[in-house]
């Protein structure tokens, strides 16, 4: 059962400053949505990808209603999610509207396949993930997608771009794992003494 959305009264609470400051807290994996196919395509940088379920596969993304993803998502009911890679910092910046560049230019400069739903996917993602919109819930400035997986190409990399604090930094599972490690293992367990 669907639960109604409340009309709360209340005016906003909190500015938008405050909210923005709590969640530059959150940690976001880095991902590019592609939308649309042949020449008609755009996509966006995001940080808003999480997962819904696992049986059925699907996710959720939450993007802006004016962003030039949204009319060619919902219009083809197709989009594609690819999780970046460390080294992969200048798609995010091109793919956020870096330089001006708009829609088919934002391509340029990396290679890309065509999923099964016609959607663009990046060569080299640490995971291209090709999705039929299920439901799109239109709130507020946004529209919450949700994605019904429909393949998945995943690589063998492990070093991950995620946003923090408004800036890009690079998760790495070899170097962090390692350090992690370091930090939560006391030394005379490592050391088998
Ligand atoms: C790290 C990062 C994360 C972002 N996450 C989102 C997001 O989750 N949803 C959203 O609507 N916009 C997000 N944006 C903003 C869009 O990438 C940006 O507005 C984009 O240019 C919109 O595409 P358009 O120019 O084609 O309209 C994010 C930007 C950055 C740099």
Same mark, same amino acid.
């Given at each position: 059962?669907?639960?109604?959305?409340?009309?709360?009264? $209340?005016?906003?609470?909190?500015?938008?400053?405050?909210?923005?400051? #709590?969640?530059?807290?959150?940690?976001?994996?880095?991902?590019?949505?592609?939308?649309?196919?042949?020449?008609?395509?755009?996509?966006?940088?995001?940080?808003?990808? $999480?997962?819904?379920?696992?049986?059925?596969?699907?996710?959720?993304?939450?993007?802006?209603?004016?962003?030039?993803?949204?009319?060619?998502?919902?219009?083809?009911?197709?989009?594609?999610?690819?999780?970046?890679? #460390?080294?992969?910092?200048?798609?995010?910046?091109?793919? #956020?509207?870096?330089?001006?560049?708009?829609?088919?230019?934002?391509?340029?400069?990396?290679?890309?396949?065509? #999923?099964?739903?016609?959607?663009?996917?990046?060569?080299?993602?640490?995971?291209?993930?090709?999705?039929?919109?299920?439901? &799109?819930?239109?709130?507020?400035?946004?529209?919450?997608? &949700?994605?019904?997986?429909?393949?998945?190409?995943?690589? $063998?990399?492990?070093?991950?771009?995620?946003?923090?604090?408004?800036?890009?930094?690079?998760?790495?599972?070899?170097?962090?794992?390692?350090?992690?490690?370091?930090?939560?293992?006391? $030394?005379?367990?490592?050391?088998?003494?």
């Amino acid at each position: 059962m669907n639960v109604v959305p409340r009309d709360l009264m $209340t005016e906003n609470a909190v500015s938008s400053a405050a909210f923005r400051g #709590a969640m530059r807290h959150l940690t976001g994996g880095v991902s590019v949505i592609t939308a649309g196919r042949g020449k008609e395509i755009t996509g966006m940088t995001v940080t808003s990808v $999480t997962s819904l379920s696992v049986d059925p596969p699907t996710l959720i993304v939450s993007i802006n209603r004016d962003a030039s993803s949204f009319p060619l998502i919902r219009r083809y009911g197709a989009f594609g999610v690819n999780i970046l890679a #460390a080294d992969q910092l200048d798609v995010a910046e091109r793919f #956020a509207g870096k330089g001006g560049l708009k829609g088919a230019d934002r391509f340029a400069g990396a290679s890309w396949v065509t #999923a099964v739903s016609g959607v663009p996917l990046l060569v080299g993602a640490l995971s291209a993930v090709d999705c039929e919109v299920e439901e &799109i819930v239109e709130r507020h400035s946004h529209g919450l997608i &949700i994605g019904r997986v429909r393949d998945v190409k995943n690589s $063998t990399r492990n070093a991950a771009l995620a946003y923090w604090h408004g800036q890009y930094v690079a998760v790495d599972q070899d170097e962090d794992a390692a350090r992690l490690a370091d930090v939560s293992v006391p $030394t005379h367990v490592r050391r088998g003494i």
